[in-house]
């Protein structure tokens, strides 16, 4: 999909030396795809203490 934007120059040219992308698309593109998996992982650490704990799970005897 085409889509016209107006992207800061600077911050699109220092994403491009830091990521060592080729093109400002792939830069744009990872970019994004690194913004998506950071907000689902913010999600997922909201799970964190809201499972209820397996009392009998005995993290211990896994290891021998």
Known sequence: MA???SIDTELLEEAL???GMMTKKDTVNQALK???Q???QREIL???GQLPQDSDYDYK???R
């Open 3 to 5: 889509t016209n934007l």
């Open 17 to 19: 030396s830091i990521g």
């Open 34 to 36: 690194e913004f998506v």
């Open 38 to 40: 950071r907000r689902r």
């Open 46 to 48: 909201e799970l964190f």
């Open 61 to 63: 005897k896994s290891r």
